[in-house]
């Protein structure tokens, strides 16, 4: 099992994004995703979005708000993914270079026309909401073949 985070960090109806074409072996190559990744032992999800986003972006996020839990069974074909979501607005720094992608302010309408994985177009909604979500998301040779929620 991995435990990860993925934070979406929002200014003036934009998002920040990262277009995954820096990394070898990346299997997120050519996709467009929100910062985040794993947690290290005996770290909260909010240290782990933290320090993920400062380690990617430069910026310093505070009081990231999550707003639900994603599952992704076998997404790797060898691990289940647990995915903590967050947003966040409130943040310090100035954008680095980031070592795995591309990093770029995309404005919220259009976010939906990047090259995101297919689960993506569907939990984007229910980040935007204003209930906790469950999500579980499967994939086979990754390509989306279910998907569910439940809101709290």
Not at 49 to 58: A, D, H, L, Q, W
Not at 75 to 88: C, N
């Amino acid at each position: 099992m991995k435990l990860g985070t993925l934070c979406y960090i929002k200014k003036n109806n934009k998002t920040l994004m990262m277009h995954r074409i820096k990394k070898p072996n990346d299997m997120h190559q050519g996709k467009w995703n929100a910062l985040g990744g794993k947690l290290h032992p005996g770290e909260t999800p909010e240290e782990c979005v933290i320090r993920e986003v400062k380690e990617e972006s430069g910026l310093d996020i505070r009081q990231p708000m999550l707003k639900g839990l994603l599952t992704f069974p076998k997404f790797d074909k060898i691990d289940d993914w647990y995915v903590f979501v967050f947003t966040a607005a409130d943040f310090t720094g100035t954008l680095i270079d980031c070592p795995e992608g591309r990093l770029e302010w995309i404005d919220d309408h259009k976010i939906q026309e990047l090259n995101l994985w297919e689960g993506d177009h569907i939990f984007l909604k229910w980040v935007e909401g204003h209930r906790f979500f469950s999500g579980k998301l499967t994939y086979q040779d990754y390509k989306l073949a279910h998907h569910e929620v439940k809101f709290y």
